[in-house]
């Protein structure tokens, strides 16, 4: 089992910056590819971003291709999100996920943290 923790969340203004990180623990999870999440109020649960194993390849949804980066430090076997110009669209619940494949659906992901708030509001 791979526990996985998200931190980071909170209130920032349209325009701003936040940094989101998720910590794993318990199995080895430096070899797996992870990603992110996010379900606002009333929708699906939509894929964001995810990175492979190594750190080297990206891939990002449209709507979020070049506001958001995904990097991944596995010396602290943690996965960061860092989201800039922010938009009130991006309020949401964002999660963490990890993976073996590098297919973007929910169910490819075995393993997710609890999920994190981030509201985006003047």
């Known amino acids: 089992q791979v526990h996985l923790v998200e931190s980071g969340g909170g209130l920032v203004q349209p325009g701003g910056s936040l940094t989101l990180s998720c910590a794993a623990s318990g199995d080895p999870f430096s070899t797996y590819n992870k990603g992110w999440f996010r379900q606002a109020p009333g929708k699906e649960r939509e894929f964001v971003a995810m990175?492979?194993?190594?750190?080297?390849?990206?891939h990002y949804a449209d709507s979020v291709r070049g506001r958001f980066t995904i990097s991944v430090d596995n010396a602290k076997n943690t996965v960061y999100l860092q989201m800039n110009s922010l938009k009130p669209e991006d309020t949401a619940d964002y999660y963490c996920a990890s993976t073996r494949g590098w297919a973007t659906a929910r169910k490819d992901f075995n393993y997710w943290g609890q999920g994190t708030q981030v509201t985006v509001s003047s």
């Open positions: 990175i492979d194993w190594r750190g080297v390849t990206t």
